[in-house]
């Protein structure tokens, strides 16, 4: 691609803004410059250079659009705050809009409430037009548009993973606990990230526990064919693919018939589910609603259906909320019933729920490992010290990005502390019979 | 020195304040046509869940900034809410509303003293925090960063408005309350454009000018986020 058909893109893209939706526009023409966003953002925190300023990030795309779409940006230039685009300046932009997790923290703290990953996401959608999307994160992309997860998974390894995993619950409780899969007219359909049967599966075994005791081994189910609820669209800003990879979630609950599509502790894809796909009507009127497992577990927790033997988790927890599931979904006290049932000593970490810290691999970069030096050292800085505050020996978070971010996290600074899923305790600690887990280390 | 005058006493604050009412009202409807999806920031419901009462929690109070800089939030509450009560103050010099307010049960003294007693107040705590606000942009590296030529010029001219208004106040050359109320009278009137006694007084021009400055510029810099916090807060909390 040329130079010049490059800019004529990038620019149209940008002039494409004053068109909608109204946050975009709203936010090229509201920031009063206060620098709040640039003290609440976990990047900035980590270290204060300019590149790393939200405010600045927005105004990369800022300036561009005042160039062309504003008065003042057209009579007096960069007198105004505006700039032509440089097509040298891409490869810039690769770094820097690759160097925002998306938490949407400075949305919390804004003055005007604006929401930089908006227009982290913009930029990223610019860069994916012009296929400049990081390779790391474009193979992601690929591998699930293609297989349906982001593993590359087939439904064969999937099966004997499930397998497995029954297996072991054979081996931890003395008797048979079913997970089903690919049962049509089941009530549930269980979407988990697939890390959650593959890498961490105790989250999907703690499931498991739960429908087994109350005796609804057969009212849910997973599938075969869609076992990883993960979009990268959404962090590469490219909405055909985000769509693309949702439609086939859809038409898989709707042909199981489930009633429920039981999301798993995936902050992006519940809030994809919930807060795009359904809130938004993109397929129309749907069939099913969409509940989060931790939202339907604390709820039978509440109800009084389980008994825990909570010193099969002594060590100190606390519990990292997840951008995606806290600021983004309100989900913020269901995951802490679930680990005060299940653990003897849970704490908090501060501030948490709506206003944590992200972890430092939000917006998909918790997949990059050609960043990873920036993860550790920048954007994981913050979250680094509020763990270390809390002295917890297991940080228990809802999502595969942060625990793989946290778990780096802690091996590159020497802490001895485990990452797990929610779930994942109550696996440990959740009576059947009278007994709990005659637990294996899965590590 | 007449045209002048008239340039800027006359031709200055009509297209000032039609400029700001059509330039107000193209960006709130531009901004209203838009599609906007939701886009839900939580905990959303602090405000008992409705949108609306939020904006105007966030605007009255600025709710969030409190929690994100503190520090940022005293200077610039403090800076809103005294720019609030001087226009307000203001309307006294474009009307006679001293009628108004001693049906209201104020005395002639207590009005006078109100304005001499707060509004000079009003005038020093205003430039204070302006002063503050000029030092925090530029002492601190994450604003200074991000700072522009623009938001520095926003803040030089409110100052100028500030400054120039305090000499009339403090200064030996105070206005005249009856010719300003007259000018105003005519101007709302569309009458009398000529031979303006209360334009005679060059502090007076200025600031005046400075001001109705500000107001022309207000849809189109940075200052806009008068009109954009209504709509932004409302994004997030639907």
């Excluded at chain 1, 505006?82 to 097509?87: H, L, Y």
């Excluded at chain 1, 430092?360 to 505050?389: H, P, T």
């Excluded at chain 2, 005293?74 to 203001?90: C, D, E, K, R, T």
């Excluded at chain 2, 334009?199 to 806009?224: D, E, R």
Aim: aromatic share 10%.
């Amino acid at each position: 691609m040329s130079d010049t058909n490059v800019k004529e893109k990038v620019v149209n893209a940008i002039k494409a803004i004053k068109n909608g939706p109204r946050a975009g526009r709203l936010y090229m023409e509201t920031c009063a410059k206060c620098g709040t966003c640039a003290s609440v953002c976990p990047i900035y925190h980590g270290k204060s250079e300019k590149r790393y300023n939200p405010a600045e990030r927005t105004d990369l795309i800022r300036r561009i659009y005042r160039k062309y779409c504003t008065i003042t940006g057209r009579l007096f230039g960069k007198w105004a705050g505006a700039e032509d685009f440089n097509p040298e300046d891409i490869e810039e932009w690769r770094s820097i809009f690759y160097e925002c997790t998306g938490c949407r923290r400075c949305a919390t703290y804004c003055p005007f409430g604006i929401d930089h990953s908006v227009m982290t996401r913009k930029g990223r959608a610019i860069l994916d037009m012009l296929g400049k999307t990081p390779d790391t994160m474009q193979k992601v992309v690929d591998i699930s548009l293609e297989t349906g997860n982001t593993d590359g998974a087939n439904d064969v390894a999937f099966k004997a993973a499930i397998e497995f995993l029954e297996e072991e619950m054979e081996e931890e409780h003395g008797i048979p606990i079913k997970i089903p899969v690919d049962v049509e007219g089941a009530d549930y359909f269980y979407v988990p990230p697939s890390g959650d049967v593959l890498v961490n599966p105790e989250a999907t075994m703690g499931l498991a526990k739960v429908f087994h005791i109350l005796g609804m081994a057969d009212k849910w189910t997973m599938s075969s064919k869609c076992f990883d609820g993960a979009n990268y669209g959404l962090f590469t800003g490219n909405d055909g693919d985000m769509k693309k990879d949702n439609e086939l979630y859809v038409q898989e609950a709707k042909d199981l018939k489930c009633k429920t599509m039981l999301m798993g502790e995936c902050g992006h894809a519940y809030r994809i589910m919930k807060m795009m796909m359904e809130k938004t009507g993109w397929w129309g009127e749907l069939p099913f609603k969409v509940e989060n497992c931790m939202e339907w577990t604390a709820d039978r927790i509440k109800e009084g259906h389980f008994e825990f033997d909570k010193s099969k988790n002594p060590q100190p927890v606390t519990y990292h909320d997840p951008c995606n599931f806290g600021r983004s979904c309100g989900i913020t006290e269901d995951p802490r019933v679930i680990l005060q049932a299940a653990c003897a000593d849970f704490r908090e970490m501060y501030p948490n729920r709506g206003e944590n810290w992200c972890c430092g691999g939000g917006g998909g970069l918790s997949a990059m490992d050609d960043i990873i030096e920036f993860r550790m050292e920048v954007s994981g800085v913050k979250k680094l010290e509020q763990v270390r505050d809390t002295g917890a020996k297991y940080i228990a978070t809802a999502c595969s990005n942060c625990k793989r971010q946290l778990t780096q996290l802690m091996e590159h600074h020497d802490e001895e502390i485990d990452v797990g899923g929610v779930h994942d305790m109550l696996s440990r600690s959740i009576l059947i019979n009278g007994k709990a887990a005659d637990r294996k280390e899965y590590v | 020195m007449e045209s002048l005058r008239f340039l800027f006493g006359v031709i200055l604050p009509y297209v000032a304040v039609i400029v700001f009412l059509l330039g107000m009202i193209w960006r709130f409807l531009t901004w209203k046509k838009l599609a906007s999806p939701p886009m839900t920031l939580f905990p959303a419901s602090t405000s008992g869940g409705s949108p609306t009462l939020n904006t105007i929690k966030e605007s009255v109070f600025f709710s969030s900034l409190f929690k994100g800089d503190r520090l940022l939030w005293i200077i610039a509450w403090i800076f809103h809410l005294v720019l609030v009560l001087i226009i307000l103050g203001h309307l006294r010099v474009f009307t006679n509303i001293d009628q108004l307010l001693m049906s209201l049960g104020m005395s002639e003294d207590a009005i006078l003293a109100m304005s001499t007693g707060a509004g000079g107040a009003a005038g020093v705590i205003i430039l204070a925090a302006t002063v503050l606000l000029l030092v925090r942009r530029l002492a601190i590296p994450r604003v200074r960063e991000i700072t522009g030529f623009a938001d520095y010029l926003a803040l030089l001219l409110i100052g100028a408005i500030i400054i120039t208004g305090n000499i009339m106040r403090f200064g030996p050359e105070h206005f005249d309350l009856v010719l300003t109320r007259e000018y105003f009278a005519d101007l709302a009137t569309f009458r009398n454009f000529t031979d303006i006694a209360a334009l005679q007084n060059g502090t007076f021009v200025l600031h005046m000018s400075l001001a109705f400055l500000l107001i022309m510029c207000m849809p189109f810099s940075k200052l806009l986020h008068f009109g954009g916090i209504f709509f932004t807060h409302q994004l997030i909390r639907k």
